[in-house]
């Protein structure tokens, strides 16, 4: 789950971690508000989407004014915002955050993360900040700095200080850093986040460390202990099938094939994806209904993909061991039933029931393709899809 800048400032605000002054608003009279209580005469506005690129994709303006001000929320509100990191179709602005204006004299990068390859958190660093990382790092590797933090001692202050010498900070600034760290690291553990990333992390023109921009995702294994963070969820953001499987407890990833793939267990899953894919097809999502689902789940499932319109076939990869195939071939005639959808189903149930299962398939009356081995059943979903 990821959180817009406005509500990651606002956690690293409670930590302890400086941040500008702003606020968010809805509406173009909010923005005025805003900027009424801020002061001055000149304020930044930053549409609020889920990507990154917003400045040079227009989503962040600096005004001076309360007419420029009133222009630039009104532009930005009720569009959509193409970058780099969206689709062609952009990310809906519904909210914009206006803030204070920032004297700075240097701009740093400053992340933490989990690194799946050597099971620890990870901060990571670099005085090339306001840029992509990731072109830090194929250009100039050695200008990424790292502290590697040991899940038993949790970070330490040398670490910190390491980075802020890697850095170039100096005087009070160095202990800023260290300070700063250390509370990211106890938020990252207390609210189970996956990514937290402070780009740019400036300089401001008076030596202090300011969190400029912010990036906060959050495990979404976790969220059942993170019922806070939870009604943070700006479902505009997100896509809305992946939305509504989450709303159903089904794990739903959309891909840009042609091919819905339903499929209890994430390895089956993925070995069924690789099938598609080998025969010559490809699959338009990830979808693992769970090893317990029931009739109900299966049915939702479906509606997802088939809600889908770049979909042009359907398989459905079963093996009950927990869960009975006739239930889920209950789930599948009922959704298929109700939808009236002419997109060929193939079906592979294996397990408990799965004979039962097959049955009712058969006795349906309805366009569904019966497989047997998965590879036969891979090869049937390629062919209905190229019809």
């Not at 090893?291 to 789940?297: A, I, R, Y």
């Amino acid at each position: 789950m990821n959180l817009h800048e406005y509500q990651a400032k606002a956690l690293l605000h409670e930590n302890g971690v400086p941040v500008p002054t702003g606020k968010a608003a809805f509406s173009v009279r909010e923005a005025l508000s805003v900027a009424d209580e801020l002061g001055g005469d000149g304020w930044v506005v930053k549409a609020q989407v889920h990507a990154g690129g917003r400045g040079k994709a227009g989503g962040v303006k600096v005004v001076a004014g309360r007419d420029e001000l009133e222009k630039a929320v009104d532009s930005l509100l009720g569009t959509r915002l193409v970058t780099h990191q969206t689709t062609a179709q952009g990310q809906p602005v519904d909210r914009i955050l206006v803030e204070t204006p920032c004297a700075i004299e240097r701009e740093l990068y400053l992340a933490c993360l989990v690194d799946r390859g050597l099971e620890r958190i990870v901060f990571i660093a670099s005085a090339e900040g306001g840029t992509e990382i990731e072109e830090v790092a194929a250009a100039t590797p050695e200008k990424i700095l790292k502290a590697i933090v040991d899940p038993i001692t949790g970070l330490q202050a040398y670490q910190c200080r390491e980075i802020a010498f890697g850095l170039a900070l100096e005087g009070q600034q160095i202990g800023a850093l260290v300070k700063m760290m250390m509370a990211i690291y106890h938020l990252f553990l207390a609210r189970d986040l996956s990514l937290l990333e402070i780009n740019p992390l400036v300089v401001t023109s008076d030596g202090e460390l300011v969190a400029l921009d912010a990036k906060i995702n959050i495990d979404d294994s976790a969220l059942y202990r993170q019922k806070g963070i939870e009604e943070l969820r700006d479902p505009t953001q997100e896509d809305p099938k992946e939305h509504k499987a989450h709303q159903f407890g089904l794990n739903y990833v959309a891909l840009e094939g042609n091919i819905g793939c339903m499929v209890n267990g994430a390895g089956l899953a993925m070995a069924t994806m690789d099938l598609i894919q080998l025969h010559g097809g490809s699959p338009a999502n990830f979808l693992d209904v769970g090893g317990g689902t029931t009739s109900d789940k299966v049915a939702e499932a479906l509606k997802i993909i088939l809600s889908d319109e770049n979909v042009k076939a359907i398989l459905v990869n079963i093996f009950g061991g927990i869960v009975r195939c006739d239930l889920i071939a209950e789930g599948i005639v009922s959704a298929v039933r109700e939808i009236q959808t002419s997109i060929p189903i193939v079906v592979r149930l294996e397990g408990t029931n799965a004979a039962q299962g097959r049955e009712l398939l058969e006795q349906s009356g309805l366009a569904i393709t019966a497989a047997g081995e998965l590879t036969d059943a891979a090869q049937k979903a390629v062919a209905a899809a190229t019809v």
